[in-house]
């Protein structure tokens, strides 16, 4: 059972405009939720991330939301860059120094 | 930011050798460092909890024998393919969280096996 979805698995986008990429979870005991960006060939980079007592966290152009009650995050990058194409992962943690478990990412096609 | 190194970044064997891939964290000390493996277009998967001083813990699924893991020390923690065969091929991903009350993990470049 997957406890953290991407259901889109690609998004293509314009430069200049919003990228929104979404997440849903199943575990209610998650409490830290984090966007990694993923290159080919190489590992993770962390993006941003949010702790469930808040509902919103931002960080230059990208914003990360989040709805507790609907077990959802999404992340906002605006504008869009070429250079953000890659594949984005939602990642999610319980009690701190778990792992964490991540969505099976989205890939996201900036084009000028 | 904190650092983690893995190495091999690419490392290529026949069937039925053995390859050791090394995760070091750079500035911080990580009692604790995560082992993920990456099929083509999945996600990462977490393969084993790398505890330091003790054994690790591997997730359902993950054969211990075949994957040795060994956190010698605050900084290393070491994954050994033992007697590897083509279908264990792929992108192996160490992490590890410099912190204890963040939930952010840094992540190694990763190392990209191929069995032959």
């Known amino acids: 059972d997957q406890q953290v979805k991407q259901n889109s698995p690609s998004l293509s986008v314009q430069e200049g405009r919003i990228s929104i990429l979404n997440c849903d979870y199943t575990n209610s005991m998650f409490d830290y939720f984090l966007w990694y960006k993923k290159y080919p060939a190489e590992g993770p980079t962390f993006l941003i991330s949010i702790s469930s007592i808040k509902d919103k966290n931002e960080d230059g152009r990208f914003t990360v939301f989040l709805n507790k009650s609907a077990k959802h995050l999404s992340l906002h990058i605006v504008p869009s860059q070429p250079g953000d194409s890659a594949v984005y992962f939602c990642?999610?943690?319980?009690?701190?120094?778990?792992?964490?478990?991540f969505g099976k990412g989205t890939t996201l096609s900036v084009s000028s | 930011g904190a650092v983690v190194s893995q190495h091999p970044s690419r490392v290529i064997c026949k069937s039925g050798t053995s390859v050791k891939i090394e995760c070091r964290s750079l500035?911080?000390?990580?009692?604790?460092m995560f082992w993920y493996r990456q099929f083509p277009k999945q996600s990462l998967m977490l393969m084993a909890t790398s505890n330091e001083g003790s054994k690790a813990t591997y997730e359902q699924g993950v054969e211990k024998d075949k994957f040795l893991i060994n956190h010698a020390s605050l900084t290393l923690s070491t994954l050994t393919v033992t007697s590897a065969h083509p279908e264990d091929s792929s992108f192996y991903i160490c992490s590890a969280r410099a912190g204890r009350n963040t939930g952010e993990l840094f992540f190694g470049e990763g190392s990209r096996l191929t069995v032959l």
């Open positions: 500035d911080f000390q990580a009692t604790t």
């Open positions: 990642a999610a943690s319980g009690q701190a120094g778990t792992a964490l478990i």
